[in-house]
């Protein structure tokens, strides 16, 4: 399948290849030139349409994967996420007769809808303990909708600039200080559109071709995309059950989950985030901080963010509200040292001048101030949380030998360990997909060898199919015939 993109346009916005690639293919999705259900081209034919490599196309593929707008099923391809929303313009029939790629978009377009029925039953088939996005359900969209026709009547005007809405960064500051402990106010705070945005554009300003920069192992693919489009140099950081191990690293940026580890879950000691700041002081270093999923907590007590504990200005914090609102709504923050601000806006106008989505903006700071999203935020804890400790009791119940697993008190997936070798752990995954159950191999985490693992994704599924879920794979454990000691 070819798929046109007007990628030339991108080109002259974004400074990388596989920047402009995502971008546009995103804006395919929101447009409805990619529907919903939609099959992506393969990266090899991708890669050979527009002159770039494979690598490049399947590290935008794991992007836009990452950031919830496709789904990837082994042996049979990518697909635009089906629950997406996106608006049609009345007049795009209009729009595509006039075009010279008309045909081939209207050609393409009946090509969609004919398959979509067919993919469609296939995901109905598929039980996805892959992280995703908050489905449409779980959002309070009544409430949503009123703060959206309230910003409007107000007379709203557009004063944000690249930081982003004013009033927002307010609600986001007064937010940070009551859940986080965090003491900051609006001037540190710039929005971007997705944490991930923050962290390339951070990456831009701090990292120079061939800076030595400490990422932690296993660990987030987009601050390793981010880090390597720069020219940065990865040093990989061991990860135990308590996080990043502190060493002396000769570098001065360090990306870091303390919070809760991305993808273990372990929670960083308070002696470890000492080490850390004491290392970044006796390096001049600078550590970015992603709290990614914290927020949603159900037991144990609150860990403070090294922001927290940081009195040099050291620490940037990053977060993001892509597990509490829609996957249309793309919005992400960084809490920045007063020397930061500047530079990082600076960098910022030159790809956005203006915020996107400023009235959406200001429709949350109204949705946050009048309590609505801590309401929202409170429902969905009880809701994921309940889901978490299903899972768990399932796992342990059917699957005791396989996995040792380790769940926390927060966050939307959980670690398992696999309690076999590698080639054990090889057949068992082959059997699992045979039974049409996918999962996140922590392998394709990882910057050095580790033991075979899966990060569970939970929050997204009913508990009738996370027990069809785990009633599959523990068929596929009694097909192995394995006994582990």
Not at 3 to 17: N, T
Not at 344 to 357: D, F, G, M, R
Not at 423 to 437: I, L, N, P, Q, W
């Amino acid at each position: 399948m070819e798929l046109w993109l007007p990628l030339d346009s991108y080109e002259l916005q974004y400074r990388y290849k596989y920047q402009a690639l995502y971008h546009a293919l995103r804006d395919a999705i929101h447009s409805g030139t990619l529907e919903a259900g939609a099959r992506l081209p393969s990266t090899r034919l991708l890669a050979k349409q527009y002159d770039m490599s494979r690598g490049s196309v399947a590290q935008v593929y794991d992007m836009l994967l990452a950031d919830g707008y496709v789904h990837a099923y082994p042996g049979k391809g990518t697909y635009v996420t089906e629950s997406l929303s996106v608006h049609h313009n009345d007049h795009s029939e209009a729009v595509l007769s006039l075009s010279p790629w008309g045909e081939r978009l209207r050609e393409l377009t009946a090509e969609h809808k004919r398959s979509r029925e067919e993919i469609q039953l296939e995901q109905e088939s598929v039980i996805n303990f892959r992280m995703q996005r908050l489905l449409p359900e779980h959002f309070p969209k009544a409430e949503w909708k009123s703060a959206l026709a309230a910003v409007h009547r107000s007379g709203w005007r557009d004063v944000g600039g690249a930081a982003g809405d004013p009033e927002l960064r307010e609600a986001i500051a007064a937010h940070l200080r009551w859940t986080r402990g965090i003491q900051t106010d609006a001037s540190q705070i710039v929005l971007f559109s997705g944490s991930i945005q923050g962290i390339t554009l951070l990456s831009q300003l701090l990292i120079h071709e061939g800076s030595p920069v400490v990422l932690e192992s296993p660990g987030y693919q987009g601050v390793l995309h981010a880090v390597r489009s720069c020219g940065g140099e990865v040093i990989p950081a061991e990860v135990d059950e308590g996080g990043i191990i502190p060493q002396d690293w000769q570098a001065q940026t360090l990306f870091v989950t303390p919070t809760r580890q991305f993808p273990t879950g372990a929670v960083l000691g308070l002696e470890r985030r000492r080490a850390l700041l004491n290392w970044a002081s006796k390096q001049n270093a600078v550590i970015v901080e992603d709290d990614y999923d914290s927020e949603f907590r159900w037991g144990g007590r609150p860990i403070e963010p090294l922001k927290v504990l940081d009195r040099e200005q050291r620490v940037i914090y990053i977060g993001s509200f892509s597990q509490t609102m829609p996957a249309s709504f793309r919005l992400g923050y960084a809490v920045l040292p007063s020397s930061l601000v500047e530079p990082l806006l600076a960098a910022k106008a030159l790809y956005e001048p203006v915020s996107p989505a400023l009235l959406e903006q200001r429709a949350l700071a109204r949705f946050m101030t009048r309590g609505g999203y801590m309401r929202h935020l409170r429902r969905l804890t009880r809701l994921y949380g309940d889901r978490h400790d299903f899972f768990v009791e399932e796992m342990n119940r059917w699957l005791p030998q396989a996995f040792t697993m380790q769940p926390g008190d927060a966050g939307l997936t959980i670690y398992a360990i696999w309690n076999g070798d590698k080639a054990s752990y090889e057949r068992f995954t082959r059997e699992v997909h045979k039974e049409g159950v996918l999962f996140r191999d922590v392998e394709q985490y990882r910057l050095t060898p580790g033991h075979a693992a899966i990060c569970f994704g939970f929050a997204h599924l009913e508990k009738a199919e996370i027990r069809e879920g785990i009633r599959r794979m523990q068929a596929a454990w009694e097909k192995c015939t394995f006994s582990f000691q």
